[in-house]
């Protein structure tokens, strides 16, 4: 079951700077920055209530961030929401008809297990779900 919305990712080609602006926007500072060698990036997390902003950047020209900056520009990348228990909720979907990208959870930022969906599902948009790893 899908709990709440986890985070809004954004991909930026600047991100010190994108950080910057987005902490002035929202009165938040930036709580932590990593990066994920396995998707090309380097993130940017500021809380906002219960739910976050992710800057993206892309640090392998044939990243995905890249190839979506590359063809259209800087702007929201996916909607990322919190699930319980990730593989349920793949085999769930899959079962109902709906593609996607990973069929099995694999590690991402900020502590989390992560899957998308394939936006030919999703009316067009992005979808990550994303479960908090067990310590």
Wanted: with cysteine.
């Amino acid at each position: 079951m899908f709990n709440k919305i986890e985070h809004l990712g954004i991909a930026v080609s600047d991100m010190q700077k994108s950080i910057r602006e987005f902490e002035l926007l929202l009165g938040k500072k930036c709580y932590k920055t990593e990066s994920v060698l396995s998707e090309g990036v380097k993130t940017a997390f500021i809380q906002v209530g219960e739910s976050k902003i992710e800057l993206l950047e892309a640090t392998d020209p044939t990243s995905p961030i890249a190839k979506f900056l590359d063809r259209k520009g800087q702007g929201i990348h996916h909607i990322a929401f919190d699930v319980n228990d990730i593989e349920s909720e793949i085999t769930r979907l899959i079962e109902n008809g709906f593609e996607l990208i990973h069929k099995s959870a694999k590690p991402g930022a900020d502590n989390k297990l992560i899957a998308f969906l394939h936006p030919k599902s999703t009316s067009g948009v992005l979808i990550e779900m994303c479960q908090e790893k067990s310590s």
